[in-house]
């Protein structure tokens, strides 16, 4: 499998009283096709920011989006509306994703007459009836409206429209998150499911790392809008490496009550992301900062094949020097 998406440090900048907020700032990664990229981090971290600057929903302040050698960033809208057929975004709230006015029906052939994909009304129903099939809805309930549905099938709807175009990449911006914990196990099977089928590419975005895991071919992790570590799933979990993601994994509830695990307590406040100073962002809450570390920005460096860290103090896979 060959790479699908490639993002080049990309940035996107918010401007605020007080200066420019660093949303995203300098974030690179490829991703193969028919893998899934999970992106982790607390709120605020520019994870959600990302996946929009990758599609241009927020317009990146520099940077290059590749998407199957394409230029992403360098498109106009013309070319842009045609791309958006290959990639797609399903939203956090599928009910304010939805448009109250529209039956189900309405809202999943909505893309297909935009794009104008068939010609007949009778393709485009019957489009409907497959891609309500796939996701595992009736077909009677496609004159129903998204106020009639709980939250796990308003998602089925909205990953459905997602899908109506025959998408190749899509951005799922913590598309569990609103959802019960039985329900988020039915919509993250079916996600799975649909990506075997149909060599689906995901960037998977959420702060919840067992949700993450479970899904996630390779994992990055997010602080203060920086991708301060990427690899393996098999590798993150098993041995992290940064100091931030270390206390991240060490506050994943265990079901084991026999297990040991030894908490990370952050102490020091927040770096401020707008107009931040040079050094690592993390540093003014890491237990093992040094004084370079307040000075130099470190950099993304491969200390195993695969497994990458933002770190001045992880020189290899043993970890923290």
Do not use: W
């Amino acid at each position: 499998m060959g790479t699908l998406l490639e993002v080049r440090n990309l940035k996107k900048y918010f401007q605020v009283p007080k200066g420019y907020l660093h949303a995203v700032d300098d974030v690179s990664f490829k991703i193969n096709e028919g893998e899934t990229l999970g992106i982790v981090g607390e709120s605020g971290c520019g994870k959600s920011t990302l996946g929009r600057a990758i599609l241009r929903l927020h317009e990146p302040t520099s940077g290059t989006v590749l998407y199957d050698g394409m230029n992403v960033t360098g498109m106009d809208k013309q070319e842009m509306r045609a791309l958006r057929k290959y990639m797609q975004i399903i939203f956090q709230d599928p009910y304010a994703s939805l448009n109250p006015r529209f039956t189900v029906a309405q809202i999943i052939e909505e893309p297909l007459r935009l794009h104008k994909i068939y010609s007949s009304e009778a393709e485009v129903h019957a489009r409907v009836e497959e891609l309500m099939d796939m996701v595992g809805l009736s077909a009677r309930m496609q004159n129903a409206y998204p106020h009639e549905f709980d939250g796990g099938r308003r998602q089925r709807i909205v990953i459905a429209r997602a899908l109506a175009v025959g998408p190749k990449f899509i951005v799922c911006d913590e598309p569990v998150s609103a959802l019960d914990v039985s329900i988020q196990a039915q919509i993250l099977n079916l996600m799975i499911d649909l990506q075997k089928e149909l060599n689906l590419t995901y960037i998977f975005i959420s702060h919840n790392l067992s949700v993450v895991k479970h899904i996630s071919t390779d994992v990055g992790v997010m602080y203060l809008g920086q991708l301060i570590e990427k690899a393996p799933k098999r590798m993150i979990y098993k041995n992290p490496l940064h100091p931030y993601t270390i206390a991240l994994l060490a506050a994943i509830p265990s079901l084991d009550p026999e297990a040991k695990r030894e908490r990370q307590i952050l102490k020091g406040e927040l770096t401020s992301p707008v107009n931040p100073k040079r050094g690592c962002r993390f540093s003014a809450r890491c237990p093992f900062a040094q004084d370079r570390c307040f000075t130099d920005n470190p950099v993304m460096r491969e200390v195993e094949p695969g497994h990458f860290v933002a770190c001045h103090r992880v020189s290899g896979k043993e970890g923290i020097q």
